[in-house]
């Protein structure tokens, strides 16, 4: 990565170069202090970063990094609110004044996810922050990593990957290339890197902030965690399942150590150990893990303790699956024993005086579910009836009632292919950078059992890819939903879109053409 140079600072928007070889360097101005800065970046923005924020990708959502925190320098009290800036005489305002000003409404457009004005807002805290403490600083390579989450949330993932890669040099050249502040740059490209469509860059990423994190923390340290599952998301999402086992192995390892194994307190390490094994299709090791929390609960607090409500729940879905995922449905035993501890997990949200009526529908909600994924519709729109009457007591449930009914909700997702070849051909990631972003677009309608039908393909760019084409589409015949209810009655539901992204080199795309394969219609 070269040295960060040539910074061009603008009032409101700055647009830079990335840090490349041979790149150009852009115009360069004067920022307030009177001094030429010079940054070699695209978009650079953004204010003082805190070295804990944690950049990392959400569980099952593309990888967004959450917003960075201020240091001690933003203010804690006095910020300007969204949209109601204050009156404030800019010409007796210092530059720190200024700075912490800007900050705050940084940070409250991140708050109020207006990312747009978040970025926007960024860029005249950059110039402020380089102003007051120069390009080669800890600051400003907070700042940059703080442009880099807001690019993020707005999608523009180059633009993010550039300023989380400035930061880095930064750190490395003012501090060394193993110093703490790297982990939450480093956790911001890795997130980056792994939403472009890069898992396997994602995958060096993360690597190298773990092995960060070891160097200055120690191998058992806590702070690996959040950088070791989004390692697990990066495998998990180039299908590598076997790496992904043996991190979250590590990952329970660390956060049980030192805490009995039949204690409650060990309750939250089993949950999230049982969620892995279910999303790696290890459902015999799923169900042990659940019912190891069910003993230890009786075992502590009884047989109608709500803590039993959430591992009841995670054993009686886990028997829609005997098997691999294409296994998973229409086993008579297993459906029953599934049921069996669902309607328990009901009874006990029904029978405990402490329970909540939230607590009742998310345990109603969840047998009905089971219903439809078990391909029993007609007990399932029995339940859904109930939580519709439970949901319309009064005006306070109305919103749960819109949000959980009044629309489909995904019970089964899908996950097709994000890289495309020729004759059928699927790659875990694209050698080098020559690639290119596809699109697919498709109307399609949902039943009253929960099953997409009219599946129409109405966008496709490039068209010549009719394997991905039919993949995708396979794809979506086995999304599942949670069929929406209109006066408590399950309805069909037309007219869904849904988008795929896929990725493509310009050769595959030659190659796909030459073939003679005819584009489908597209906007």
Known sequence: MNPL???????????????????????????????TLEVDVANVAESVDDSDAKPVPET????????????????????????????VDEAEETPEEKLQRY??????????EAYQEADVLAKQVVELTIGLFGVDSLDSARALTNLGIAQHQNGDYEAAIANYEAA??????????????LVNPLKGLGAAELASGRPDLAAETFERAVHVTHVNEGPHNLDQVEVLESLAETYLAGG??????????????????????DSLEILPVLEKQANWQHRLQLFEKERYTWRKIIDIIEDKAGDDDLRLIAPLTGLGKSYLYVGDVDAAFHHPSSITSGEVYLKRAVRISEDNPAATWEMQEDTLLSLGDFYILSGQPSRARKVYRDVWDLLSADEQRLARRHDHLEAPVVLQEIHPPRYVGIDGEVRTALPGDDY???QLVYDYSVSTRGYTTDITLVKA??????DMQRTVERELRSLIYRPRLANGEAVDT??????????YRQSDLADATAQGVVAPVSD
């Open 60 to 87: 099952g959502n593309g990888g967004a990094p959450r917003p960075a925190e201020s240091d001690d320098r933003a203010p804690a009290t006095g910020e300007p609110q969204l949209g109601e800036p204050a009156i």
């Open 240 to 261: 590598n399942f076997d790496e992904v086992e043996k991190i979250t192995e590590i990952i329970f390892g660390l956060e049980a150590r030192g805490i009995p194994l």
């Open 436 to 438: 290119e972003q596809g």
């Open 494 to 503: 037309q007219h869904l879109t849904y988008t795929h992204t896929f990725f």
């Open 461 to 466: 760019e490039p068209g010549a890819f009719v």
């Open 103 to 112: 900050f705050a409404l940084y940070k409250d457009a991140m708050d109020n």
């Open 168 to 181: 880095i040099d930064i750190i490395e050249r003012v501090e060394d290339r193993l110093n703490g502040n």
């Open 5 to 35: 140079r040539g910074l061009l600072l603008a009032t409101v928007a700055v647009s830079f170069t990335a840090s490349t070889a041979g790149a150009q360097e852009p115009e360069s101005d004067t920022a307030a202090s009177g001094a």
